[in-house]
Structure formats: structure tokens, C-alpha cells
């Protein structure tokens, strides 16, 4: 199994950044990694999907050019990296991770999540 605890999150103004990290322990080799959020009054939604490699990404196109996912797999810990924010990005966080399988973007096909954090971007 994968524990996994976000951070990073907070108040941003628009054009600003934040670096969110998702640091997972138990067992964590071959695992995928994603990042969903989740609007208020709104579905959680795939943001973007890395492979346990690290040499596969996938983004969702709303934060394409903007987000980068990576991973340090001796840390045991994905990242986020968001420029450019717009007041749309506004959300929960979570973090998710699957075995062996490659990117997802339906949740359901991931096993393990984090408790999520929040990111707020003031237009």
C-alpha cells in the first residue's frame, strides 16, 4: 500500500506560482502518479499524470504550458509545478497513485489518494 500526504498549497494571485509536493511512503516502487482537483460545486478532475519512470506525462489541456509534473523517486515525493495561475485553478489538490498500470485520467482507476490541499488563486 501507498500513504500519501500533500502540501504546498495556499493564496496566490493571479500570474503567480506554487510548487505542490506529494510525498508517499509504504511501497512505492512502480507506482503512477497523478494529480486531480476539485472545484467547489464542481467534479474532481484529472490535472496531470506521471509515469514511475518519470520519462511519460500527460496534462489535461486546461493547464498545459502552465503545470509541470515530476517526481525524485529517491525522495519518494511527486511535484506540481504551477505558473502562471488563473482564478479558474482555484481548488483541492489531491494527490493519486496506481501500480505497474501507466496514466490514467478517470480516478477510478487509481487506488491511493491524499487528503488533498487547498489552492486559491485571487484575480
Known amino acids: 500500500q501507498v500513504q500519501l500526504v500533500e502540501s504546498g498549497g495556499g493564496l496566490v494571485q493571479a500570474g503567480g506560482s506554487l510548487r505542490l509536493s506529494c510525498a508517499a511512503s509504504g511501497r512505492t516502487f512502480s507506482t503512477t502518479m497523478a494529480w486531480f482537483r476539485q472545484a467547489p460545486g464542481k467534479e474532481r478532475e484529472f490535472v496531470a499524470g506521471?509515469?514511475?519512470?518519470?520519462?511519460?506525462?500527460i496534462y489535461a489541456d486546461s493547464v498545459k504550458g502552465r503545470f509541470t509534473i515530476s517526481r525524485d523517486n529517491a525522495k519518494n515525493t511527486a511535484y506540481l509545478q504551477m505558473n502562471s495561475l488563473k482564478a479558474e485553478d482555484t481548488a483541492v489538490y489531491y494527490c493519486?497513485?496506481?501500480?505497474?498500470?501507466?496514466?490514467?485520467?478517470?480516478?477510478?482507476?487509481?487506488?491511493?489518494w491524499g487528503q488533498g490541499t487547498q489552492v486559491t488563486v485571487s484575480s
Open positions: 493519486a497513485a496506481r501500480y505497474y498500470y501507466g496514466i490514467s485520467s478517470a480516478e477510478r482507476n487509481y487506488d491511493y
Open positions: 506521471i509515469k514511475w519512470s518519470g520519462g511519460t506525462t
